[in-house]
T-cell receptor
């Protein structure tokens, strides 16, 4: 069964450093998403992406964050200057379509980011 | 805005016990409802879903019924196994593209 993959599984970085989290969505999916889960808190939506553009973003997704689809298979989340509070599990997801309420998003295994 | 409320747990059950994890939601319109499961060390996996009122989602012995009148989507299983130990997330998609999650309920099944 096709699945979303993410790399790395764990990343440790120093405050102020840039990190790039990578995702390979399911191949025929057109909509891509990033979510994060701070330890002990809810999974929170960050951003959705379609047709090489951000289609929706939350208030968490400020200027420190950016997303890109650099080629036909990868989808990346970049955090320009990490802060301690960016420590979280980051999930990538994809869906075949994004406009239907009945659409299911399929999630990757997550990248655990620790900012020291 | 949309929100999902579920019991926080942890829930500890003996093998073969009956499981209920309560979930209620607030949303505008008619959302689709989901249960996701996260096994230790793994990502979020879709367990089941229901897209309209009175629909019943089911998978791997788990069931949940979309109750519009009570805005609920409680997860049930008649006989849990040790392998069901995981964190269970109730979630919805409303009028926007994002999935809104509950806090997650940790289930531990002991032999």
């Amino acid at each position: 069964e096709p699945e979303v993959t993410q790399t790395p599984s764990h990343q440790v970085t120093q405050m102020g450093q840039e990190v790039i989290l990578r995702c390979v969505p399911i191949s025929n999916h057109l909509y891509f998403y990033w979510y994060r889960q701070i330890l002990g808190q809810k999974v929170e939506f960050l951003v959705s992406f379609y047709n090489n553009e951000i289609s929706e973003k939350s208030e968490i997704f400020d200027d420190q964050f950016s997303v890109e689809r650099p080629d036909g298979s990868n989808f990346t989340l970049k955090i320009r200057s990490t802060k301690l509070e960016d420590s979280a599990m980051y999930f990538c997801a994809s869906s075949e379509r994004g406009t239907s309420l009945r659409e299911t998003q399929y999630f990757g295994p997550g990248t655990r980011l620790l900012v020291l | 805005g949309d929100s999902v409320t579920q019991m926080e747990g942890p829930v500890t059950l003996s093998e073969e016990a009956f499981l209920t994890i309560n979930c209620t939601y607030t949303a505008t319109g008619y959302p689709s409802l989901f249960w996701y499961v996260q096994y230790p060390g793994e990502g979020l996996q879709l367990l089941l879903k229901a897209t309209k009122a009175d629909d019943k989602g089911s998978n791997k012995g788990f069931e949940a019924t979309y109750r519009k009148e009570t805005t609920s989507f409680h997860l049930e299983k008649g006989s849990v196994q040790v392998s069901d130990s995981a964190v269970y997330f109730c979630a919805l998609t409303g009028g926007y593209q994002k999935v809104t999650f509950g806090i997650g309920t940790k289930l531990q099944v002991i032999p």
